[in-house]
T-cell receptor, first 112, second 116 residues
């Protein structure tokens, strides 16, 4: 099976812009979770989607949002970017809700 | 909320040495436990997992971990490390007061360097 794929792999944006990241889960997986990885805070949970509905959410501001499509693909959006949003954004897929998660390579976002 | 502590942020070992990386979590009850590894330039990969049953679990590449519920611990071990084990190791937990609602809670990671 193909693994989790994320596009784009690298992004450079400026403060105030918005960005959309994409994630395609492993075939057959219905749950997609998003994480932010930074040197200071480590890996932090953003949210989880299952059957096109956000099921769980971490402690991030409302500028961070996402959605999931009927084919389980997911997008994450960050509006009004701040310098502190520079991070590696990881997507993980699992068969069920809060199940065993498999990670993609991540999208490296740099905010200037 | 659940929290995970990894005791060693940087570990340097020589090849063939034995390895033990500590991991403790804060909240008991029903939890699922994981160790993930991130090799240089690669994405997070699952090393091993514990859901239930035998508290000694074996993973890939000769790694194993022991779940000790009374100590809230899930330490990773390998009897003889290789240069190719150089990587970042993350302990993660799902479950706790919010059930699975908080997603995976990760430790800060341990950067392991194996010297040839």
């Amino acid at each position: 099976k193909a693994g989790v794929t994320q596009t784009p792999r690298y992004l450079i944006k400026t403060r105030g812009q918005q960005v959309t990241l994409s994630c395609s889960p492993i075939s057959g997986h219905r749950s997609v979770s998003w994480y932010q990885q930074t040197p200071g805070q480590g890996l932090q949970f953003l949210f989880e989607y299952f059957s096109e509905t956000q099921r769980n959410k971490g402690n991030f501001p409302g500028r961070f949002s996402g959605r999931q499509f009927s084919n389980s693909r997911s997008e994450m959006n960050v509006s009004t970017l701040e310098l502190g949003d520079s991070a590696l954004y990881l997507c993980a897929s699992s068969f069920g809700l809060a199940g065993l998660q498999f990670f993609g390579p991540g999208t490296r976002l740099t905010v200037l | 909320a659940q929290s995970v502590s990894q005791h060693n942020h940087h570990v340097i070992l020589s090849e063939a040495a034995s390895l033990e990386l500590g991991c403790n979590y804060s909240y008991g009850g029903t939890v699922n436990l994981f160790w993930y590894v991130q090799y240089p330039g690669q994405h997070l990969q699952l090393l091993l997992k514990y859901f239930s049953g035998d508290p000694l679990v074996k993973g890939i590449k000769g790694f194993e971990a022991e779940f000790i519920k009374s100590k809230f611990s899930f330490n990773l071990r390998k009897p003889s490390v290789q240069w190719s084990d150089t990587a970042e190791y993350f302990c993660a937990v799902i479950g706790g007061p919010g059930g699975g609602a908080d997603g995976l809670t990760f430790g800060k990671g341990t950067h392991l360097i194996i010297q040839p």
